[in-house]
Structures are given as C-alpha cells and as structure tokens.
C-alpha cells in the first residue's frame, strides 16, 4: 500500500507540475496571479510551480527511496506552510483553503508513510 500512495504521490506532482509548467497562464489563472506585461512572472510559475515537481516527482520515482518520496512529502508541506502563512497574514478565501487542505494532506502522507 505504501508502495501505491508513493506513486500516487508522485505521480501527483508530475501531473499538476507539468501543467505549471506546460500551461503557465492557465496556472496562473487558476491561482489568481496577474501578469503585468514582463514574461518573469510566466517563468517563475513554469520554473516554481511547474518544471520543479515535475523534477520532484520523476527524481522520487527514479531513485525509489522513501526518503525521496519523503522529500515530496516536505515539498508539499513547505507549500501548506507558506499557503497557512498567507490565509493567517493575507485573508481567508475558497480557494486558498481548499489549496492548503490538500497541500498539507499530500504532505502529511508523504512524510508519515514514509519516515514512520
């Protein structure tokens, strides 16, 4: 089962990581993120929130480890920490809580079956 939610896990990066990457407006569309004229704030969602758990998930499928796939765990808890920060500093609304909740389930799981 370990093995399965492992898979998952990264397979669920890949896939939401390739779309930043891949689809950077409609990502940033999706996050209500602005682009104000300067192809920067398209790079750094391809880069941030794309290629990097593209790489994420494909390194942690590669190496096999549950450390690895550990790594996606804290990946995804550093986004649920930073996403916290923001609904306690910038404002509650739908979306961000709904991003934490799963930013923080896909990172607790990642890190319980893996470091338990």
Known sequence: MVDLLNIVIALLS????????????YTME??????????MGVSEVRAASGALFVGLG????LIGDPIAYA???FAWGGGAVGRATSLLLD???RSKVIFFA?????GI?????NLA
């Open 102 to 106: 799963v930013e923080a389930v896909v």
């Open 58 to 61: 494909l390194g942690a499928l």
């Open 30 to 39: 999706k996050l209500d993120t602005q682009d104000k004229g300067s192809t």
């Open 14 to 25: 890949i896939g939401f990581g390739a779309i930043g990457w891949l689809a950077p407006r």
């Open 71 to 73: 790594m996606i765990g």
């Open 91 to 93: 404002g509650v609304t």
């Open 109 to 113: 799981v990642g890190i319980w079956i």
